[in-house]
C-alpha cells in the first residue's frame, strides 16, 4: 500500500545520500529529487512486484528486508538476493532497458520503501548525465554478478548431475549383479534337477557291472554309457562355473534418460 507522510522528503534526502546513482548531485538537485519520491510499506509475504510484469518504479529501501524471487518455472523458484540495509535498491534495470522484470520481489518482514516512477527516473536519466553514468556502471555490475551466479549455478548443477549418474550407474550394476545371482540360481537350480537323471543312470548301470553273469559286449556298453553319463556331469558342472566367473556375455543397450 502507498502511504503520504509530511515528512517523505526530508526522509528521502538523507536515504538518497546513500544510494551511489545520486553522489554527483548537489543540494538543491537532492531536493528537487526528494520532491518526485512517494513512500510505501510492504507488508510481510507482500509482492512488491512479479517477473513479468512491466516496470513502473524504481525501489530505495528505507527499512525491513526484501527478497528477490527467480521463478524458474510454474513449480520452481529460488532466491537470489536479499536486501535489508537502508539505502538498498532495486527495480532499476527494467526502467533502464524498459523490458519486462526479470524476478519476483517480495516482502520477507514490514518493510519501509522510497518510490520513483519510470516518468520520473527517465527523466533523471536524461538530465543528470552523472546518474546515467552510475546507472550504466551499476548495471555492468550486476550482469558480471549474474553471469558469476549463473557460472556457479551451473557448476553446481553439474556437481548434481555427476552424482545422480554416478549414483545410477552404481544402482544398474548392483541391478546387473543381483540379475546374474538369480539367474545363477535359478540355472543351477535347473541343472542340479536335470543331475538326477545321469546320476540315476550311473547308478544303475553300475550295479548291472556288477553282476558276475554279465557278458562282456554288455559289460563294454554299460561302461560307455556310465562314461557318457559322466561326461553330461562335468559339461552342467562347467556351464555353473563358466557363468560364476561372468564368462557369459550381458548384451547392454544404450538408454535415452529424458
Do not use: W
Not at 37 to 61: M, N
Amino acid at each position: 500500500m502507498v502511504v503520504d507522510s509530511l515528512k517523505v522528503e526530508e526522509i528521502a534526502q538523507k536515504l538518497l545520500r546513500r544510494v551511489h546513482f545520486f553522489d554527483g548531485l548537489n543540494i538543491e538537485e537532492l531536493e528537487h529529487l526528494s520532491t518526485l519520491v512517494s513512500k510505501r510499506v510492504a507488508l510481510p509475504g507482500e509482492v512488491i512486484f512479479r517477473q513479468g510484469d512491466a516496470p513502473d518504479a524504481f525501489y530505495i529501501i528505507e527499512s525491513g528486508e526484501i527478497e528477490i524471487v527467480l521463478e524458474v518455472s510454474e513449480d520452481e523458484s529460488e532466491t537470489i538476493a536479499t536486501l535489508s540495509r537502508a539505502g538498498d535498491f532495486f527495480g532499476e534495470m527494467a526502467l533502464i532497458d524498459d523490458q519486462p522484470r526479470s524476478a519476483t520481489v517480495k516482502a520477507r518482514a514490514e518493510t519501509k520503501l522510497l518510490v520513483i516512477s519510470k516518468s520520473d527516473f527517465s527523466d533523471l536519466i536524461r538530465n543528470y548525465p552523472s546518474i546515467h553514468l552510475e546507472v550504466s556502471r551499476a548495471l555492468s555490475h550486476n550482469l558480471r554478478h549474474s553471469d558469476s551466479r549463473f557460472a556457479e549455478t551451473i557448476l553446481q548443477k553439474n556437481r548434481q548431475l555427476a552424482e545422480a549418474l554416478s549414483n545410477l550407474r552404481e544402482a544398474h550394476e548392483e541391478l546387473l549383479r543381483r540379475e546374474r545371482l538369480s539367474l545363477l540360481g535359478r540355472l543351477a537350480s535347473g541343472i542340479i534337477h536335470d543331475l538326477k537323471k545321469p546320476l540315476t543312470c550311473i547308478s544303475g548301470y553300475a550295479q548291472l557291472l556288477n553282476s558276475p553273469s554279465l557278458a562282456e559286449e554288455k559289460r563294454q556298453q554299460y561302461a560307455g554309457k556310465i562314461t557318457s553319463e559322466v561326461q553330461r556331469l562335468v559339461d552342467m558342472v562347467n556351464e555353473i562355473l563358466k557363468f560364476g566367473r561372468s564368462e557369459q556375455k550381458i548384451v547392454r543397450t544404450r538408454v535415452k534418460i529424458k
